[in-house]
């Protein structure tokens, strides 16, 4: 019995390690079995070629608007060359280039001595005028009393005779009506004499008036605000009177007009007639790395027949001065506008004889050349009129890498971002 049962029990261990073993082994297999599918399909996924990437933009309604980039030059609103109406020589200048000054500002002096010696002479004549004014009033008020005088002796004289006839002789009676008539005509006299002189007067004053203003001549002064930007003249420089045609007079200073300036851009002749005074635009100074607003104030309303453009202004208000003459700049002028169009953008279409295509991504992700009908085209959109519809995504990238029937990954950008980008 001790013998049989010592056999049985190492027997029963070696089962139970046969079974342990085989649970393991059934294990292994299987979770090799789960993991086979998984390996395979990412073998399969590494096998498939990855989707090229391609710029799109969603094709959509909004503003369709025509705008031409023209560049120029600034100019003073208003530039001149201040001269001197009557020639002096200069005893103070006060101003030199670079200086801010103020209408009627005093620029200089000019020192004219002949002049002040008229100014006088005229002052001296005035006197001499009323002085003759004075004497006539004075002899009319004598002729006046004489004459009042031999009036009323006659006038007695007339009288008595007429009462008492052959009282008086008739040679008495004729001398007293000869004084009467002779004080008469000197009271006539005197006051032609007055009028004379008052006349006389006048005519002083008139000499005067002009002289003077030939002397306040002699003080230069700003016809506008402005900046000095030349100075021709020094301190006793002598100065011709700038009336003189037959003279080149030196002119004092250069004066510019620089709180509003004008910027002179061609306008093509295709664009004239969409050219409107009073538009309002924006003007970018490369140079500043600023803009400023402008307004369409004038334009020529001719072409020049060399280059076929029409010079137009734009005035820009420029209080802190910091744009200068000749300074250059863009501007953007709107030609047209439209709302609510189908639009794409320019660089998505493909123009030919016959008509323009467009490449776009389609709903199974595939490149796909259609047919369009384009309508008004802006600076960096065109109008679709059939063809496309509300978000459909166009390739606006290099459209020679790609072939219809091909899948590609898209990315939609912003090309109204992009656009702005590149204009700045």
């Not at 309604?61 to 030059?73: C, D, I, K, P, W």
């Not at 744009?323 to 998505?348: F, H, K």
Request: proline share 4%; aromatic share 4%; charged share 25%.
């Amino acid at each position: 019995m001790k013998t049989s049962l010592g056999k049985t029990r190492p027997m029963k261990r070696k089962l139970k390690h046969i079974t342990v073993s085989g649970v393991i082994i059934f294990a292994v297999c299987l979770v090799i079995l789960l993991r086979a599918p998984g390996k395979k399909a990412k073998a399969e996924q590494r096998e498939e070629p990855s989707l090229r990437p391609v710029a799109v933009a969603l094709v959509k309604r909004g503003a369709l608007v025509n705008t031409l980039t023209l560049s120029g030059a600034f100019r003073p609103y208003q530039e001149v060359d201040v001269h001197a109406k009557v020639a002096g020589y200069i005893r103070q200048i006060f101003v030199d280039v670079g200086d801010k000054v103020q209408k009627d500002q005093v620029l200089a002096i000019l020192e004219v001595p002949e002049l002040s010696a008229q100014v006088a002479g005229a002052k001296a004549a005035i006197g001499l005028s009323q002085n003759a004014i004075h004497r006539s009033e004075s002899e009319i008020q004598r002729a006046l009393s004489t004459h009042a005088a031999y009036h009323s002796a006659y006038s007695r004289l007339k009288k008595a005779s007429e009462s008492r006839p052959g009282l008086i002789a008739e040679q008495e009676l004729d001398d007293s009506l000869a004084k009467d008539k002779e004080s008469e005509a000197e009271v006539a006299a005197a006051r032609a004499a007055l009028a004379e002189a008052e006349n006389q007067l006048a005519v002083a004053q008139a000499n005067l008036d002009r002289l003077s203003a030939l002397e306040a001549y002699s003080h230069i002064t700003a016809p506008f605000s402005g900046v000095v930007t030349k100075r021709y003249a020094d301190t006793g420089a002598l100065i011709q009177a700038g009336t003189a045609s037959d003279t080149q007079a030196m002119p004092v200073v250069q004066l510019a007009e620089w709180s509003r300036l004008r910027l002179v851009v061609p306008v093509p002749e295709s664009a004239v007639p969409q050219i409107h005074l009073g538009s309002l635009v924006q003007v970018r100074v490369p140079a500043l790395a600023r803009s400023f607003k402008g307004k369409v104030a004038r334009f020529a309303d001719a072409l020049d027949q060399q280059t076929r453009t029409m010079e137009t202004e734009i005035d820009v208000i420029n209080r802190d001065g910091t744009v200068v003459d000749g300074m250059y700049a863009e501007t953007d002028l709107t030609l047209s506008r439209s709302e609510g169009d189908l639009t794409v953008p320019i660089q998505a279409v493909n123009r030919n004889g016959s008509g323009a295509t467009v490449m776009l991504v389609n709903s199974r992700g595939e490149i796909e050349e259609r047919q369009v009908t384009l309508g008004d085209e802006g600076s960096n959109q065109v109008q679709i009129k059939s063809g496309l519809s509300d978000k459909d995504e166009v390739v606006v990238g290099n459209r020679s890498d790609f072939r219809p029937g091909e899948r590609v990954a898209p990315k939609i950008v912003d090309m109204q971002a992009a656009n702005a980008e590149a204009g700045s």
